[in-house]
């Protein structure tokens, strides 16, 4: 197992007081593996790849849990520790490519200085491995393109460069939150292609955070689907999209363009997510859900089996069982 967490809580102090936005979240990446990890924003989605990279602010406290990264305890590990594991271990791609780059040094220069800190090579080495680096996130001309400032470069090319960046040491594991939302969707489609070549030549594990069930569909092998900081079903991709097991789930399929009618809006699931200030006693998702019945409302469904490889935390499907 490269990746395993297990009944995460975390809380947010504000000034409201204090917002439980993880509850109980248990996840696990395997070598090789693709996760997906898909809901609305506000889902806790974000805040789960920001305490495995230990980079949750510090008004954030991890109440209870555990997450174990090759077999070692991340929550023990001071923020010195936490940094040499980011970017060398632990590569890690953001929705916004600028945040990710020097903004006043070339290409070629950050890649190469990248490469230096983690493999034993001369300056002259570390250039060529970066040009190298450029041509296999699909870069044409990498020559040229080293020699550029990320500012003279399209949002596609700044993702790809962060891509390379990321895959630099090389790491063991790729979070990427949201890689591909400021993009447009030819663009979106190539970045995603890339990760999962890498994916499949390097054997690195992906940890794949998006709003966009077409995505999952293309890209992971397995599939978590979070509400309101609750993960609510898990299970391989194919199963769960073509049988959904959570209402929630199922909405959000729902909510998907219709490929046979383009043109159609996407559509919105009526509805808000919850304030997790004032979170509803029972199911998180039971406002919004056309199968909601008495007991949902009272007594939380605990997330379990449904079957081989599969779990849902749904009333429903304790019936079913
Ligand atoms: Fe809907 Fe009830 Fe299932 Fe929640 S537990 S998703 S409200 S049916
Ligand atoms: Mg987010």
Redesign the pocket.
């Known amino acids: 197992m490269v990746l395993e967490m297990k009944d995460l809580c975390v809380d947010f102090t504000g000034m409201r007081g204090k917002v439980r936005a993880l509850r109980n979240v248990s996840l696990s990446i395997e070598k090789g593996e693709v996760l997906g990890v898909v809901g609305e924003s506000g889902s806790g989605k974000s805040v789960t790849a920001l305490s495995i990279l230990g980079l949750l602010g510090s008004n954030a406290n991890i109440s209870t849990g555990e997450i174990s990264y090759l077999g070692q305890n991340l929550l023990t590990l001071g923020p010195k520790e936490m940094q040499s594991l980011r970017g060398k271990k632990i590569g890690m791609v953001f929705q916004e490519p600028m945040t990710a780059l020097h903004p006043t040094m070339k290409v070629g220069n950050q890649l190469a200085e990248v490469i230096k800190r983690h493999r034993s090579v001369t300056k002259r080495q570390a250039y060529k491995l970066a040009v190298e680096a450029l041509k296999e996130v699909h870069i044409h001309d990498p020559e040229l393109v080293a020699k550029k400032y990320p500012f003279e470069l399209s949002g596609g090319m700044r993702q790809r460069i962060v891509i390379a960046l990321a895959m630099s040491a090389p790491p063991d594991l790729l979070i990427a939150d949201e890689p591909t939302t400021a993009l447009d969707v030819t663009i979106q489609k190539e970045i995603l292609q890339l990760i999962k070549e890498l994916n499949h030549k390097r054997g690195t594990s992906v940890l794949l955070i998006t709003h966009d069930l077409g995505v999952v569909s293309n890209v992971c092998d397995r599939v978590m689907v979070m509400y309101a900081g609750e993960v609510v079903e898990e299970g391989k991709t194919e199963e769960v999209l073509n049988a959904p097991s959570?209402?929630?789930t199922e909405a959000l399929l729902h909510a998907l363009p219709d490929l046979a009618d383009p043109g159609e809006p996407l559509k919105a699931i009526p509805g808000e997510v919850p304030d997790l200030q004032n979170r509803p006693a029972g199911?998180a998702?039971?406002s919004r859900?056309p199968?909601?019945?008495d007991i949902?409302g009272i007594s939380v469904?605990a997330l379990e089996p449904v079957s081989n490889n599969r779990s849902a935390a749904?009333?429903?499907r304790r019936d079913i069982r």
Request: net charge positive; aromatic share 20%.
């Open positions: 959570h209402p929630y199911c998702f039971a859900c199968k909601a019945m949902c469904p749904c009333w429903l």
